[in-house]
Every structure is written in structure tokens, then in C-alpha cells.
């Protein structure tokens, strides 16, 4: 990675000011997943073992620029004290002048979380007077946010504008996986794409055309497939505008790609827990079913192409993985992929985290992103505000 990071500066006695995606889900003061508030403690901890001052910034929800005490960060900042062992000040608001006075007292090791930042509705308009508040609080500002990256908001793009700006050590290996998959993947090079639409992961599928050597294509998205090789497909989902799916099919296949889309499904009714379901060759969906997840004999398939692999990108399940009999082919991905033993192996978000999380399996990935819409979007070689803004390396001579 050319920009910057947080290795390349002296942070002793400075006050870093740091965005972290602490948008976490809470039960009531509790949270419930501190993936997030985990992914940033690499940073956290070199700052104030070098003996700088970490000034934490977030959002939380969607307040929609107006306080809403539900969505406070203090059960965070609470998570955090307890994982870095040492007190975390959780303030009250993220600008104005008892911030100003709380930040000025902090010293060297000390760790304080401001307010969360959509409290106040200039952070999402990228408010130029709201980020140089902001930037008045630090010395030097880093992003650790990769959630946030695909977002041209004050905190993470903005505020680059009055403050060295640098990427910390999660935004750092977050770009780092996901520029090898563009850029320089091993081969074979697998991507697995499921979900609910192909609008969703079609800019996707085409961006990846030149590195990806086999497309492996399930969940709701693969029925839009079906229906463009000619398959009746009952009720299942299928996208209204496929043309961008036609284009892509006929592009990957004339330059010698494997798309394999399901041979099997299982098939209901209706999307419940109670509904009866079955499993059916492609060509047999009956016109009042739809399908629901991928089937054994697609499995095996899938499983056939993944074990030949050396990267593999996987992003979406196969199938409705919130109930489980239909989580089946969706739990199958993750165990073949936590089989590979020398090949890269990155999760891209959203319900394929969970599936992975579920089955215990995060430490047989290679790297698990934070960001489910970040990294489709960097997937799709789309410009990040979060990223663009960074020093490059050579820009910040070396440590500053």
C-alpha cells in the first residue's frame, strides 16, 4: 500500500485523533458484538504505547443528526475499557468547548471516545466547519475506520483538509487483501458471490472479470442466471432489469471463465421456519415455489472448485442463512473454505461473517472484512473518499 499509515509517524506526546467504526449493535447498555471495537485495538494500543493520546471518534446508527440517547457510545467506550484494561472517557458530545477542555487535560496514554458524530448533522453533509472542529481537538489524524471509507463524511474525509492524515493498522491491512484480490491474486482465483440481488454484486462480478478464473454464483442473485440459461424458475427472486447479468454472463464465458450456477435448490413455498421444503434439480422448480438456498449436488460442485483454489473472495450467502434448514449450503462454503490450507482466503462482509462467526471458524480465514459496503465498493473499483485522502508515503517524508 502506497499511503501512509500510522507506522510512519512519531506519536509521542501527540494527540492522535482517530476514526474507528464503533458502530456496534447494543442491547440496551450491552453490546452484543465487539468485532468492531477488537478490529481497532492494534491501533489504540501503538498509540498509547508510544506514548500518545488516542482521541476516538465514531458514529452509531442513524440518529439523523439529532441526539438519541439509545444510540450513545458509552456502552462502547465501556467495551473498549474492559478489552485495553485501562480507563477510556466517554464525553459527552464531540465538539464545543468542554471538549476542547476535556481533550487539553488528557495526558500521554490516556484514551478518551468522543459523542457520536451523527448526533450533529453536518458530519454526513462533510461540513467543512464541523471538520476543522474537529481537527482542532488533534495533532494528527488517522482512519481507522474501513466501514466508513466509501463515505464522504466530515470524519472521514473532510477533517484530511486541516490535519496530516494517515491510515491506521486495520484500514491497512483491510486495503492491503483487498487491493491483492484487484491486483495481484495466485491463481486459481474463486469468487463466491451470493445475496438477495445481482444489482447488489454486478459491478462486482464485471470489475473482477480479468483476475477471477471461476465464479461460483448462489443465493437469490443465481435464479436471474438461471432464468438467462433458459431454466423456469418459479417464484424465485429475479432481478427486472437483467441486462447488466446477460452482459456479464456472455462476457465471462467468451473469455473462457467458469461460472457455475446451482444444478440443485431447495424449494418452498414461502420464506418461514415452518414451511415445508424439498430440493429439486434446476430444471424441475415448480412454478409455485421459489428457491431458497443451493442444493447437496451444487454443493459438492462449489466444494469441488473451492479445494483447487489459491484465493479465494467470498461475499453473500447461498441461501435464507437467518433460518437454518435453509443455511445448509451457505454453512457448507464456510467449511470448505476453512479446509484450504494454502490458498488466501478473504470474507467480505455482511451474512458471510455471521456464517463464519456461527461455525467458529474466523481464525481459518485469512482476513475478514469490517466493511460490508467498503469492501464491495473497493471490489467494484470504485474511489473511497476515506482512503483518497490519505498522505501518500512519499508525500510524508518518512517519520513525522
Known sequence: MNKATIKDLDVKGKRVLVRVDFNVPLDGERVTDDTRIRAA????????EQGGIAILMSHLGRPKGRVNDGLRLAPAAKRLEELLGRPVHAL???IGDEVASAVKALQPGDVVLLENLRFHPEEEKNDPEFARALAALGEVYVNDAFGTAHRAHASTAGIAAYLP???????????????????RPEH????????????????VLHNMLDEVDTFLIGGGMAFTFLHLDGKQIGRSLLDPDPQKAREFLEEARKRGKQVLLPVDVVIASEISADAETATVDVDHIPTDKMGLDIGPKTVDAFRAAIQKARTVLWNGPMGVFEIEKLAQGTLAVAEALADLKDATTVIGGGDSVAAVKQMG????MSHISTGGGASLEMLEGRDMPG?????????????A
Do not use: H
Not at 361 to 364: I, V
Open 92 to 94: 459527552q458530545d464531540c
Open 387 to 399: 482512503v483518497a485522502v490519505l498522505q501518500d508515503k512519499a508525500a510524508i517524508g518518512g517519520r
Open 165 to 183: 492524515a494517515v491510515a491506521g493498522l486495520l484500514m491497512e491491512k483491510e486495503i492491503d487483501f483487498l487491493s491483492r484480490l484487484l491486483e
Open 361 to 364: 471458524l474466523s481464525d481459518k
Open 41 to 48: 485495538l492494534p491501533t489504540i494500543t501503538r498509540i498509547i
Open 188 to 203: 486459481p482465483f474463486v469468487a463466491i458471490l451470493g445475496g438477495a440481488k445481482v444489482a447488489d454484486k454486478i459491478a
